[in-house]
């Protein structure tokens, strides 16, 4: 293996299956071996430069079949994706921060001056993806506006004006979560699809793979920037080896896009902190909680922690129709919260008490409710002496906040 002087990274093929099942979505058998060539001598691209032409003419050798990875930036480029910003600072960070906020959809997490952000595209990376790096002094550079349609114009316009059936992707560089180091991954994809699907396949012991979903495009990106590098000016590499569509473009790389349904990590730990602790300071009761009309069941005080509760949430039995044993025989959960009559600053601290209880229920996915004492019998529930009761928490029960 040799850099982009010329040289050509070359890898073996090989196959999760034994035969017995049906191949594999995308790559539809094992390639015997695939090669990975720089394209030398592209130059520098500005506005409105014709990108195919570019590449065919640096790219003579250019075969059916070929995958090109072309780096994001000189589609930026050839696009006018390009935005004018001072040479000086401070002027120069402001205008940063002002196209910055333009092209973030949501902050994701921010340390110092560093900013994880989603772009409208709903890709998530450092700064969205806005590059000072080989561009003149004066300009930054955004991604693409539709980096899977850029592709799939460059395809078509490979095969209608130069007779080429080619797939393209367009890379992107990219930091990982736990991981150091940054890689090229695909953010635009046309001709080839985005993942292979190992799902229902056998392994070669027998076992049925579940989740394997290779990012085909991806791994393709990162092979590819073994021969771009970063400083020598060689923002296309070619692929050649492995199967491509014969027709149709694919889902493109959107399809590599995980939805916030299935995002366990939208936010970084700090934001999502803040964000839990805003919910915690305004959970609401659903309008009204509908209890079982069942006989009333006496239920002891102490089934919270005696340690997390003030003075002012002393342990009382509560006696409340309503707060009854449920079908499986367990009893509702509920704590009588009073304060000594006529001390409002009591009483703040014991509201205050129970709303951080709910809180720390609520992160650990149980559900509370907040029962007025107009809302229960209490009639024979002893209250300390001078105490005023001022409702029944109700554990396991109610609605959870959206956190």
Same mark, same amino acid.
């Given at each position: 293996?040799?850099?982009?002087?010329?040289?050509? *990274?070359?890898?073996?093929?090989?196959?999760?299956?034994?035969?017995?099942?049906?191949?594999? &979505?995308?790559?539809?058998?094992?390639?015997?071996?695939?090669?990975?060539?720089?394209?030398? +001598?592209?130059?520098?691209?500005?506005?409105?430069?014709? /990108?195919?032409?570019?590449?065919?003419?640096? !790219?003579?050798?250019?075969?059916?079949?070929?995958?090109?990875?072309?780096?994001?930036?000189?589609?930026?480029?050839?696009?006018?994706?390009?935005?004018?910003?001072?040479?000086?600072?401070?002027?120069?960070?402001?205008? @940063?921060?002002?196209?910055?906020?333009?092209? &973030?959809?949501?902050? *994701?997490?921010? @340390?110092?001056?560093?900013?994880?952000?989603?772009?409208?595209?709903?890709?998530?990376? %450092?700064?969205?993806?806005?590059?000072?790096?080989?561009?003149?002094?004066?300009?930054?550079?955004?991604?693409?506006?539709?980096?899977?349609?850029? =592709?799939?114009?460059?395809?078509?316009?490979?095969?209608?004006?130069?007779?080429?059936?080619?797939?393209?992707?367009? &890379?992107?560089?990219?930091?990982?979560?736990?991981?150091?180091?940054?890689?090229?991954?695909?953010?635009?994809? !046309?001709?080839?699809?985005?993942?292979?699907?190992?799902?229902?396949?056998?392994?070669?012991?027998?076992?049925?793979?579940?989740? &394997?979903?290779?990012?085909?495009?991806?791994? /393709? =990106?990162?092979?590819?920037?073994?021969?771009?590098?970063?400083? +020598?000016?060689?923002?296309?590499?070619?692929?050649?080896?492995?199967?491509?569509?014969?027709?149709?473009?694919?889902?493109?790389?959107?399809? #590599?896009?995980?939805?916030?349904?299935?995002?366990?990590?939208?936010?970084?730990?700090?934001?999502?902190?803040?964000?839990?602790?805003?919910? =915690?300071?305004?959970?609401?009761?659903?309008?009204?909680?509908?209890?079982?009309?069942?006989?009333?069941?006496?239920?002891?005080?102490?089934?919270?922690?005696?340690?997390?509760?003030?003075?002012?949430?002393?342990?009382?039995?509560?006696?409340?129709?309503?707060?009854?044993?449920?079908?499986?025989?367990? %009893?509702?959960?509920?704590? /009588?919260?009073?304060?000594?009559?006529?001390?409002?600053?009591?009483?703040?601290?014991?509201?205050?008490?129970?709303?951080?209880?709910? %809180?720390?229920?609520?992160?650990?996915?149980?559900?509370?409710?907040?029962?007025?004492?107009?809302?229960?019998?209490?009639?024979?529930?002893?209250?300390?002496?001078?105490?005023?009761? #001022? +409702?029944?928490?109700?554990?396991?029960? +109610?609605?959870?906040?959206?956190?």
């Amino acid at each position: 293996m040799s850099g982009p002087e010329g040289g050509v *990274v070359s890898g073996p093929g090989a196959g999760p299956g034994d035969g017995t099942t049906a191949p594999p &979505t995308g790559f539809q058998s094992a390639p015997a071996g695939f090669e990975v060539r720089p394209v030398l +001598g592209i130059g520098e691209v500005r506005p409105g430069d014709d /990108l195919a032409a570019l590449i065919t003419t640096a !790219a003579p050798w250019l075969a059916d079949g070929d995958i090109l990875v072309v780096t994001s930036k000189i589609v930026s480029k050839s696009e006018g994706q390009l935005v004018d910003v001072p040479l000086e600072e401070p002027a120069r960070e402001a205008a @940063r921060q002002t196209v910055l906020r333009a092209e &973030t959809s949501r902050v *994701v997490a921010r @340390r110092g001056g560093t900013q994880i952000v989603q772009t409208h595209h709903g890709f998530v990376l %450092a700064s969205a993806g806005i590059d000072a790096s080989n561009v003149e002094p004066t300009r930054l550079v955004l991604l693409p506006k539709d980096p899977d349609a850029s =592709a799939r114009w460059l395809r078509d316009e490979f095969r209608e004006r130069f007779d080429l059936r080619v797939a393209v992707v367009v &890379t992107d560089t990219m930091g990982r979560p736990w991981r150091m180091g940054l890689t090229d991954v695909a953010i635009g994809a !046309a001709g080839i699809d985005a993942m292979t699907d190992y799902r229902g396949v056998l392994d070669p012991y027998g076992n049925e793979l579940q989740l &394997t979903q290779m990012a085909v495009v991806d791994e /393709l =990106a990162a092979a590819a920037d073994l021969v771009k590098g970063k400083t +020598g000016q060689v923002p296309v590499a070619v692929v050649r080896g492995l199967p491509i569509r014969p027709d149709g473009h694919g889902t493109g790389a959107a399809a #590599l896009i995980r939805g916030a349904d299935a995002d366990l990590f939208s936010l970084g730990t700090a934001e999502a902190v803040a964000k839990g602790l805003r919910a =915690a300071a305004d959970i609401r009761d659903t309008p009204a909680i509908a209890f079982p009309e069942l006989p009333p069941h006496v239920l002891p005080a102490h089934v919270l922690p005696a340690h997390v509760l003030p003075a002012a949430l002393a342990p009382a039995p509560v006696t409340a129709a309503g707060l009854t044993t449920d079908a499986g025989g367990a %009893a509702d959960r509920a704590l /009588l919260v009073w304060a000594p009559g006529g001390d409002l600053r009591r009483a703040v601290e014991a509201g205050m008490e129970v709303q951080r209880i709910r %809180a720390g229920l609520a992160a650990d996915g149980v559900a509370s409710a907040w029962v007025g004492v107009d809302q229960v019998d209490l009639s024979g529930v002893d209250v300390p002496e001078g105490g005023m009761p #001022l +409702g029944v928490l109700v554990v396991g029960r +109610g609605s959870l906040p959206s956190l």
